[in-house]
T-cell receptor, first 114, second 109 residues
Framework: IAGITQAPTSQILAAGRRMTLRCTQD?????MYWYRQDLGLGLRLIHY???????GKGEVPDGYSVSRANTDDFPLTLASAVPSQTSVYFC?????????????FGPGTRLTVL | GQNIDQPTEMTATEGAIVQINCTYQ??????LFWYQQHAGEAPTFLSY??LDGLEEKGRFSSFLSRSKGYSYLLLKELQMKDSASYLC??????????WGAGTKLIIKP
């Protein structure tokens, strides 16, 4: 692994189903983030984690949950998917929260909820 | 509220110069970022400004005026590969990034 990876690349999901998007980084970054990107809107923060064992809510957390059991992994779960969660999801990481903490992005997961 | 404004789309000619403007309003301020995003790809970091002034990095420069809540990204000697969306993001007092919707830059030969 080099950098930050996400899985799956894309997924079509029936409404009401549970889905976990996976994110793994090998840069030993402390901070990790989940964003969604919708046409005509800026990236919107769903949840974040400043360090392993801690998580926080972003701008649009409803319907999503995260966990941070270790430094490398930061999965995002949709407990019961709805069509409004159709979006492109990006995971990102930075070596610290704040400062010049450039965020490195994964390749994204394109999710369609029908 | 917190808000980032940037133009939706701009067109420029190969070899020319283009300036992409961004205005921001945030609760506190810890710096201004510019990212590049090619269609279907992830955003990649271009620049970071926290002090007033111009930061130059090769063909790309970024300017910040904290008193005016204003930044711009200047791209010189445009190449076709510069066709992409350019995202402006301001870091607020909680060290969270507030993102603009992006400016789609179209380069014509």
């Amino acid at each position: 692994i080099a950098g930050i990876t996400q899985a799956p690349t894309s997924q079509i999901l029936a409404a009401g189903r549970r889905m976990t998007l996976r994110c793994t980084q090998d840069m030993r970054h402390n901070a990790m983030y989940w964003y969604r990107q919708d046409l005509g809107l800026g990236l919107r923060l769903i949840h974040y984690s400043n360090t392993a064992g801690t998580t926080g809510k972003g701008e649009v957390p409803d319907g999503y949950s995260v966990s941070r059991a270790n430094t490398d992994d930061f999965p995002l779960t949709l407990a019961s998917a709805v069509p409004s969660q159709t979006s492109v999801y990006f995971c990102a990481s930075s070596d610290s929260a704040g400062g010049t903490g450039e965020q490195f992005f994964g390749p994204g997961t394109r999710l369609t909820v029908l | 509220g917190q808000n980032i404004d940037q133009p939706t789309e701009m067109t420029a000619t190969e070899g020319a110069i283009v300036q992409i403007n961004c205005t921001y309003q945030t609760s506190g301020f810890n710096g201004l970022f510019w990212y590049q995003q090619h269609a279907g790809e992830a955003p990649t970091f271009l620049s970071y400004n926290v002090l007033d002034g111009l930061e130059e990095k090769g063909r790309f420069s970024s300017f910040l005026s904290r008193s005016k809540g204003y930044s711009y990204l200047l791209l010189k000697e445009l190449q076709m590969k510069d066709s992409a969306s350019y995202l402006c993001a301001a870091m607020d007092s909680n060290y969270q990034l507030i993102w603009g919707a992006g400016t789609k830059l179209i380069i014509k030969p």
